[in-house]
């Protein structure tokens, strides 16, 4: 399949900035896929995701070299517009997305700043809100709603402009941890309905492995581990580049080391099944 | 050190966000409220610090209720670092940030210019001394506010969601911070989602849901309830699932749940 997302040795220095945010990042994408992004904080994620979205190098100024393709186009080329449209940005904390006096509105308000004909527009509303199933609060103010319901209402903002591309901050941090699994549900559904590509950057790594096809790990600017989810999180590396790694995961090492010769794990044991498979392997 | 009677609040747009909370936190006690989103635990820490005030019942902090007390008076007992730091931070450098709530306090410049050193230190925020507040990171601007409560040495420590943006190293950190916060004698109110950062800590537990009380005692007898837990949207600790899963198991010897991922990866055949 296509790549949705190139980096091409890509690196940025902030103007005054004694270091580069970003070193020769190098990152492949196919369309499709969910793919986490860790790292300790100050790690260059932010800068990356802005340079992915344009923000770098079109609001901000300093030192770039390397190249950015969004669905085959070059960010530096393209134009803040037309990447609107490609790639969505759903931010850490909703509020500093919705403002509008209804939820509707609120949801419509990317795509009337493109001027997208009336029709069309009340169609991609009421599809989002479909979606993420809030069509019930169309009429809402976005204000009285919960922060799980505010986080739904912003991504609804987001796929309304249909992206192919969905960038999440932190989606699950302000949001207790049943509506968080709930979230993650959501984007694995949209992700089978759509064929949405998705990058998570999220330190919680618990409920995201779950879904997601590729766990990425960056520090100091750089890349410094890439593979599926399991191969990182059982890479003895991991912890000290600040990958929160789930606390089975380490009692799944364990019995993954006694158990020298099998295949892998797969996946993630829950902790219940955990507690089998370490049974069976009781003195 | 903060007591809460029977302490009713409704929002402007009618929602009851404190439907009869009664809640007594002793000086150096150590507590997280845990529960779904919209239980009134944001509202509740609003409440210590005088932002609101109770529709009906009392607020205590330190003995003065807080309809009696200015919000001044108040923020010198009570530090709060709030959900989304935008909302405190406005000066021009990180360094004016922190001095500005010691110079309103009134310390002598020299112990200013002492205890802003000692707080960028602390949280790893030296290198932006001279930067504006706006560059930093999600989670630095969350240190930063930390850095600030604690340098003016409030009684009460009250941190919203203080794991958000925060790698697991700095997380470990900041359960660093709690345990010497707790060990020197300040009371610790920690609103969070994060039980994995919360248990190995072992706050005492207080459970809201719909603007109530619902659970409150130690973190290893609340986080075991899985009934109480699931009922306000919380997740248990994966490794007291673990431990609970394992101990249905009729011979296996008694352990702290705590000590259950040690305690497997000894008793595991090589």
């Known amino acids: 399949m296509a790549d949705i997302l190139r980096v091409e040795g890509l690196s940025f220095r902030y103007p005054d900035s004694p270091k580069s945010a970003v070193s020769d990042f190098e990152l492949s994408i196919p369309e499709g896929e969910i793919v986490v992004l860790a790292g300790p904080s100050g790690c260059g994620k932010s800068t990356l995701l802005r340079a992915v979205n344009g923000l770098i190098p079109h609001m901000y100024g300093g030192e770039y070299s390397g190249d950015v393709l969004v669905a085959g186009s070059s960010v530096k080329s393209s134009n803040m517009r037309d990447l609107a449209q490609t790639v969505g940005f759903l931010f850490q904390n909703p509020e500093n997305q919705i403002f509008m006096f209804s939820v509707e509105r609120d949801v419509a308000f990317g795509l009337e700043n493109l001027g997208v004909p009336r029709e069309e527009m009340r169609a991609r509303v009421d599809e989002a809100l479909r979606l993420l199933r809030i069509g019930d609060l169309a ?95 059982f890479d003895n590396e991991a912890e000290a580049h600040g990958v929160a790694i789930p606390a089975v995961a380490k009692v799944q090492r364990l019995l993954a080391e006694r158990e020298a010769g099998k295949a892998a794990a797969a996946k993630l044991l829950t902790p219940s099944a955990l507690a089998l498979a370490v049974e069976g392997r009781l003195t | 050190m903060i007591e809460f009677r029977d302490v009713s609040f409704v929002h402007q747009n009618g929602v009851r966000a404190l439907d009869g909370v009664s809640l007594r936190v002793d000086a150096g006690e150590f507590v997280a409220l845990v529960g779904e989103n919209g239980a009134g635990k944001t509202t509740l820490v609003k409440h210590v610090t005088g932002l609101l005030k109770p529709a009906s019942g009392s607020v205590l902090v330190d003995g003065v209720d807080t309809r009696a007390a ?66 930093l990171s ?68 207080v459970v809201m849901k719909g603007g109530r ?8 007898a609340i986080m075991q309830d899985r009934d109480l837990l699931a009922s306000a949207r919380v997740a248990q600790p994966q490794l007291v699932e673990f431990y609970q899963e394992l101990h249905r198991r009729p011979g296996t010897p008694f352990v702290h749940p705590l000590d259950a991922a040690r305690w497997a990866e000894e008793a595991m055949l090589p």
């Open chain 1, 139 to 233: 009429q809402r103010a976005p204000h009285e709603l919960s922060d799980g319901q505010k986080q739904r209402v912003a991504l609804a903002g987001v796929l309304a402009m249909r992206p192919k591309l969905v960038i999440l901050d932190e989606p699950t941090s302000l949001l207790d941890p049943k509506t968080a699994s709930e979230l993650v549900a959501l984007v694995a559904k949209l992700r089978g309905e759509l064929g949405t590509t998705f990058v998570v950057v999220e330190h919680r790594l618990d409920l995201l492995v779950e879904v997601a096809d590729r766990l990425v790990v960056m520090d100091g600017g750089r890349k410094v581990l890439e593979g599926t989810p399991m191969d990182v999180l």
């Open chain 2, 213 to 220: 009380v619902v659970g409150d005692g130690p973190a290893t």
């Open chain 2, 138 to 205: 999600g989670g630095e601007k969350k240190r930063l506010t930390l850095a600030c409560i604690l340098a003016w040495d409030p009684q009460v420590v009250m941190l919203d969601e203080p794991t958000v943006g925060q790698d697991a190293i700095q997380k470990e950190k900041l359960a660093g911070t709690i345990l010497m916060l707790k060990s020197a004698g300040k009371t610790v109110v920690v609103v969070s989602h994060d039980i994995e950062f919360l248990w190995p800590i072992q706050p005492r537990v």
């Open chain 2, 70 to 135: 200015s919000t001044a008076q108040l923020s010198r007992k009570v530090g709060v670092a709030f959900q989304n730091p935008d909302h405190q931070l406005f000066s021009e450098t990180v360094e004016e940030e922190m001095s500005f709530a010691l110079r309103n306090f009134g310390f002598p410049p020299e112990v200013v210019r002492e205890r802003v050193s000692w707080g960028l230190e602390l949280f790893g925020l030296g290198e932006y001394r001279r930067s504006s507040p706006l560059i």
